[in-house]
């Protein structure tokens, strides 16, 4: 059944959870989560989780330490993770699909009438329809399905989306500083990770 919801929207930078644990003795997944949130609450634990998830899907050999990881990571191209952007409005709840990464919430950056959609993923195919008026969020048929007008939808206005992707910019600047104190502890002698991360998942557009 279509619906429609009308209240604050909220937009939350988020790491997929693997589904199985991790090949590093440092860091252990959360079965009950699907999604690893960033922001500056994030305690050690997630840093470290965060940080090996980045490990398994950037070609890190299983079992390596966290020096040898960090030292990896903070040269490795391409870098990436998978994730993005979990927005909410009310029920309406749109989490990234398939193939979407960490960096596509740059794509909400100076959204605006006729401004192509974010990429978010596919199976779903997630989707925003710029309208002169308002933006209208779509959980399916974006991308190879024609854009129709027919799934469930949120409809939303630019300062909204404005206003709540500053807010998960400010949680990945915090949890860049998280991570920082992190390195410093576990790897003090590494001085590319951090600066890698920042560049790729954490400066706004214009000065990424």
Not at 63 to 74: D, P
Not at 136 to 147: C, H, K, M, P
Not at 170 to 190: I, S, T, V, Y
């Amino acid at each position: 059944m279509l619906r429609e919801f009308a209240h604050m929207l909220s937009m939350e930078p988020v790491v997929a959870m693997p589904s199985r644990d991790l090949p590093f003795a440092w860091a252990k997944i959360d079965p009950a989560r699907q999604w690893l949130a960033l922001s500056g609450a994030g305690d050690d634990a997630e840093v470290a989780l965060l940080v090996a998830i980045l490990a398994k899907e950037n070609d890190v050999p299983d079992g390596a330490s966290i020096v040898e990881t960090v030292e990896l990571l903070g040269v490795a191209e391409p870098f990436t993770v998978d994730g993005g952007l979990r927005v909410r409005h009310a029920d309406f709840v749109l989490e990234p699909s398939c193939c979407g990464v960490l960096s596509d919430w740059r794509g909400w950056e100076g959204l605006e009438p006729g401004a192509l959609t974010p990429w978010m993923g596919h199976d779903p195919a997630l989707w925003v329809a710029t309208n002169a008026d308002a933006a209208v969020i779509y959980l399916d048929g974006g991308a190879e399905n024609d854009r129709p007008t027919t799934s469930e939808h949120v409809r939303v206005s630019y300062v909204e989306i404005a206003a709540a992707l500053a807010k998960a910019v400010a949680d990945l600047e915090g949890f860049q500083k998280r991570l920082e104190a992190w390195l410093a502890r576990h790897a003090p002698g590494n001085t590319t990770l951090g600066p890698h991360f920042r560049d790729m998942f954490v400066r706004l557009p214009e000065s990424a």
